[in-house]
């Protein structure tokens, strides 16, 4: 997915560009609303990531005007404010939602999906391997004509493995992935997930392979 | 209620008495008694006569049995004697000198009376609150019967001076009227004729021509007129004369037609009166007799009154009340008018 | 604070004693002038009729034969009759002796003159007479004499008549003062409807009403009005001052740790060591706390300072538990939590809508905080008049058996949730609020075996 990052901390900008390049997508920066003009003017993104305090304006007036001008690109304000008032208000002004900071980025990623979801997102969504094919939007999984949907976990586990497939994702990196830094769980609750996908893509040419002591890897049969 | 028989004597005597200690005459007097065993006295002056006057104050008895009224009869002028000079003591003062009455209202000497009968008053019948007339008399003309057989009876005054004219011998000595000299009314009476008219004098000429006998009241004339000692009576009060039973066929009584003097008879209360509880009472009395429509006639004697006067007959002339009358009796005033009457009348 | 304003009288009854004295005042001034005018007026025409008379007396003299002589003429006297018991006394005398009349009236105390006649008030037989005399000069045989003619009325007639002229100027008078008194009320009330409607318009204001007074005020007020919106304009500032300092410190704070946690993160990705990878998920822990308990102290501020103004306005409780919901889903799925929520009609509540949806919303956080993976949270909303009830439970760890009332303390946690970050304000928030709007707050263990339920009641509107 493209996004346009609209934040004046350059620092936390940073780390949000890393994160989201780390998922497998493309960002571009935007330290200001008149850059985040430029960028609009020349390029079409998949989703807008805006911060309200900006150095030459408030992000609400410029997602007002956005919107008043037809802009259709689905926008989640980043907001330190802690009025909920003007959070609320955020999305009375066009945005699709937003989230405060700080903010845990699979609560990002699930918001972005929910939005991407609603405004019907198109086919660059579908990833494909082997003969399944998987909807990282819709939360869904085909092969052989059948269509399963897939909970969250399982959504989020699969989505890891299709975006690096035939790679080798440890236990360790896979739970730090799939659960909150809340949750105190072992590696081996990734085995019940793992055990569930490996259900959902039975009877297809495409299996997740238990490399001892290392982890697992999506790979054809 | 009974008579007393010393009160009887009294009356059937006639005597002229001098009030006790007052030196003002008395001509008569009547007590009418009551059965009471402390009776309220109710002492009344009057010019009125006493058998003319005489149901009033039975009738006032009868609602009134505790009250023996004294009943004394004097000339107009005794009364202003008895009440403006010597302040005697009367709880009633009736007059037929409206004049010498309102004198007395005026100088203070009448207590002043209102009540729900004054209400009854039209304001012509009154002098504020002192002064309440309670009858109509007029001033007629009274001729004998049997003198005027073969004459037009005289309708105006003008009709009797050519009547007299033309006969005189037949009048000479045979006409009379009220010496103005000595009595109140008959003052009045010619003052007011001649306010109103040229023909008073005239006629006063021709009376004097004919060597005019001079009387101090209406009964006197009467009586002479009746037994046809003279022929014509002038300035005679109508009311006697028509109360006058014994006298109807020898007499006839005009009221002239070109202007007929009317007097009312007036009554005040002195403000020497010992009883004005009483004294008030009785002028009600009076009152409710002379203007209450309601009231039976028997009681009152007098002609019935007329409240508007000038509507039935234009020749009555009302003597109107107010400080008018006062005129006549300014000292001057009165000198100049009996010295012109005696110049008329007694033709010296 | 509450200062109780000290009085001192109201604006409109001093407006209306003060016309009411002001317009007794005047009337009985009134009163006095028309009453001596009057007076003036009826004593003056008696005394024209009087020397009316006596002009008609002296017109009346003559020299004849050798003699001065008066002929009163009828008129003079009964020109003054009237409707009172008034008496007429005269004299007249001839160069100064007594010729006629009442001779112990008494003499006028001014010289009176042909050309003016001399009038005189005094008593005579112990009543109040008007008097005027005049004279005139006759030749008698060559010689002057002096004719001095007074003529005198008593006074009934002019008491009446003051007394009717009193009375009815007392008359008037009332009428006048009765018709000053109703303008004086109408006045006054007209005058002071201008504060009373300024008061009214600000009153009907709403807590957070802070626009300036534009209403249109007499002259007189502008000043107060002026000073009103500069108060006004200070609150304003002052109140803007402090919800920028909370939003700018949220901010500031929050800010600093959204970037510490991004990179944790990413370093969290990039590092093999079991060592390393716990040491960061620390510090993601750490970093998650503070910026939890930051919200929930500015939150808790926020919510304090609402609750002291609370607004209150119409809210469909409904609607804004489904909002919130929605919002909480993608929160939910991460951890397969599944919301089960059904509307239901005529659930208005009068409130503050940014305090109830933070309450809701803290509840739900909560409930999805502790509820394990792959369960259902049941939000439930009850009519059973008068009040509105929210019930969520959840199948998670429910509340601790015993302590379970302190829970609603500030920074006070379960006993058993140790592990799971939380600032223990949540409760303390959701508390504060529903006693504001007069609700009430019960927690307790979900009666279907695990977990926690929350109920919160709100009287319906």
């Known amino acids: 997915m493209r996004f346009l990052l609209v934040e004046d901390n350059i620092q936390l900008a940073k780390a949000i560009c ?83 900071k700080p903010f845990d980025f699979s609560e990002l990623e699930a918001r972005c999906r929910a939005v991407l979801r609603r405004h019907g997102g198109g086919a660059t969504n579908i990833k494909s391997f082997g003969e399944v094919e998987f909807d990282g939007l819709s939360g869904t999984i085909t092969h052989h004509g059948t269509t399963t949907n897939l909970r969250n976990k399982e959504l989020r586990l699969l989505e890891i493995f299709f975006n690096v497939p035939g790679q080798i994702c440890s236990k360790s990196k896979l739970v730090d992935r799939l659960f909150s830094y809340d949750e105190d769980v072992s590696e081996n609750a990734i085995e019940v997930y793992v055990a569930r996908l490996r259900k959902h893509l039975e009877g297809s040419n495409v299996q997740i392979i238990t490399v001892r002591g290392l982890g697992y890897r999506l790979s054809l049969v | 209620m009974r008579l007393n028989i010393l009160s009887i004597v009294l009356t059937l005597a006639g005597l002229s008495a001098a009030a006790p200690g007052l030196s003002f005459e008395i001509e008569r007097q009547k007590s009418f008694t009551s059965n009471s065993v402390e009776p309220e006295i109710l002492r009344i ?18 609602s009134n049995p505790k009250v023996t009224v004294n009943y004394h009869e004097v000339s107009s002028t005794e009364l202003m004697r008895a009440l403006q000079d010597e302040k005697a003591p009367y709880d009633i003062a009736v007059s037929s000198a409206m004049d010498l009455q309102t004198k007395l209202a005026n ?40 003198d005027f057989g073969d004459l037009p009876l005289p309708k105006t005054r003008q009709d009797l001076i050519s009547i007299l004219r033309d006969h005189p011998d037949r009048f ?114 009076l009152i409710q007799a002379a203007w209450d429509e309601n009231s039976s006639t028997s009681d009152y004697p007098f002609p019935t009154i007329n409240r508007n006067p000038a509507a039935s007959d234009t020749s009555l002339r009302p003597i109107r009340m107010g400080p008018g009358l006062l005129v006549y009796l300014d000292k001057l005033k009165k000198r100049r008018f009996i010295t012109e009457w005696e110049n008329a009348i007694l033709q010296p | 604070m509450n200062g109780v304003l000290k009085g001192t009288g109201s604006i409109r009854w001093r407006l209306i004693t003060q016309l009411l004295s002001g317009a007794a005042i005047l009337t009985i001034i009134l009163i006095l002038i028309v009453r001596s ?33 008066v002929d009163i003429p009828y008129s003079a006297f009964s020109m003054l009759s009237n409707l009172s018991n008034d008496r007429v006394f005269y004299r007249i005398d001839q160069d100064g002796a007594f010729l006629t009349g009442y001779a112990d009236l008494p003499k006028p105390k001014l010289r009176a003159t042909t050309d003016t006649p001399a009038f005189m008030t005094s008593t005579y037989q112990d009543i109040e007479i008007r008097m005027v005399t005049a004279t005139r000069l006759l030749a ?40 000053s008194a109703v303008i004086a009320l109408l006045a006054a009330q007209s005058t002071v409807r201008p504060l009373k409607r300024l008061a009214a318009s ?84 750490a970093i998650d706390d503070s910026s939890r308990a930051a919200g929930q102290l500015l939150d808790h501020a926020m919510v304090t300072f609402r609750t002291d103004h609370l607004e209150r306005s119409k809210i469909d409780l409904g609607a804004l538990v489904g909002e919130t919901v929605d919002r909480l889903q993608a929160v939910a799925a991460l951890k397969d939590i599944v919301f089960t929520y059904a509307a239901i009609d005529r659930t208005q509540i009068f409130g503050d809508a940014i305090l109830i949806q933070n309450a809701v919303q803290n509840l739900l956080d909560n409930a999805i905080k502790y509820s394990p993976v792959e369960s259902d949270i049941s939000v ?72 926690a339920c929350v109920s919160i009641s709100f009287p319906s509107s």
């Open chain 3, 202 to 285: 600000v009153s009907r204001r709403g807590p957070h009403d802070l626009r300036p007074v534009t209403a249109s005020v007499p002259e007189e007020m502008t000043p107060l009005v002026q000073s009103l919106n500069q108060f006004i304009q200070r609150l304003d500032t002052s109140l803007t001052r402090s919800e920028d300092f909370i939003a700018e410190a949220a901010h500031r704070v929050r800010t600093p740790l959204a970037t510490v946690r991004a990179q944790a993160e990413i370093t969290l990705r990039r590092v093999d060591k079991d060592e390393n990878r716990a040491a960061l998920k620390e510090m993601i822990r």
């Open chain 2, 107 to 146: 100088d203070g000497l009448a207590l002043a009376h209102s009540s729900v009968a004054t209400t009854l008053l039209p304001g012509w019948g009154k002098w504020h609150d002192y002064v309440f007339a309670f009858t109509q008399e007029p001033a007629t003309i009274v001729i004998s019967t049997k």
């Open chain 2, 45 to 62: 002056i009057s010019t009125a006569d006493i058998e003319l006057f005489a149901p009033l104050i039975t009738g006032f008895q009868a």
């Open chain 3, 37 to 69: 005018f009057s007076q003036q007026l009826a004593a003056q025409s008696q005394d024209n009729i009087l020397n009316a008379s006596l002009t008609a007396i002296l017109d009346a003299s003559s020299i004849q034969q050798g003699e001065l002589t």
């Open chain 3, 380 to 451: 439930e909303l009850t009519v059973e008049a008068p009040w509105i009830t929210l019930s969520i439970c959840d199948q998670g760890l429910g509340f601790p058996k015993t302590g379970a009332k302190r829970l609603t303390e500030r920074f006070a946690r379960g006993d058993n949730v140790a592990g799971i970050v939380g600032s223990g304000l949540g409760l303390t928030i959701v508390d504060e609020v529903i006693q504001a709007h007069s609700g009430n707050l019960i927690i307790s263990n979900n009666p279907n075996g695990v977990g």
């Open chain 3, 140 to 179: 008698l045989e060559g010689r002057p004499i002096e004719l001095q003619a007074s003529i005198a009325q008593s006074r009934n007639g002019q008491a009446k008549t003051l007394a009717e002229i009193s009375n009815m100027v007392m008359l008037f008078g009332s009428g006048f003062f009765v018709i």
């Open chain 2, 172 to 285: 000479r000595g045979r006409v009379g009227t009220y010496d103005v000299r000595s009595s109140g009314l008959g003052y009045l009476f010619a003052t007011q004729d001649a306010r109103t008219s040229e023909t008073f004098w005239r006629l006063a000429e021709v009376m004097g021509n004919l060597d005019i006998q001079l009387y101090c009241c209406s009964g006197a004339m009467i009586d002479d007129v009746s037994s046809g000692k003279i022929a014509v009576a002038y300035n005679v009060l109508g009311s006697y004369a028509m109360a006058r039973r014994d006298t109807q066929d020898t007499i006839r009584i005009i009221a002239p037609q070109d202007f007929t003097t009317v007097m009312m008879r007036t009554v005040i209360i002195p403000t020497t009166s010992q009883q004005p509880a009483i004294a008030s009472e009785f002028v009600d009395h």
């Open chain 1, 18 to 100: 890393s994160h989201l390049l780390l998922d497998g997508h493309v960002v571009d920066h935007a330290d200001r609303l008149s850059t985040t003009k430029d960028y609009l003017a020349t390029t079409a993104y998949d989703m807008i990531l805006l911060d309200i305090m900006l150095p030459d304006g408030d992000g609400r007036e410029f997602l007002n005007r956005y919107r008043a001008s037809a802009g259709k690109t689905p926008v989640i304000v980043l907001t330190a404010r802690s009025e909920v008032s003007d959070r609320v208000g955020v999305l009375d002004l066009g945005a699709d939602d937003y989230i405060t």
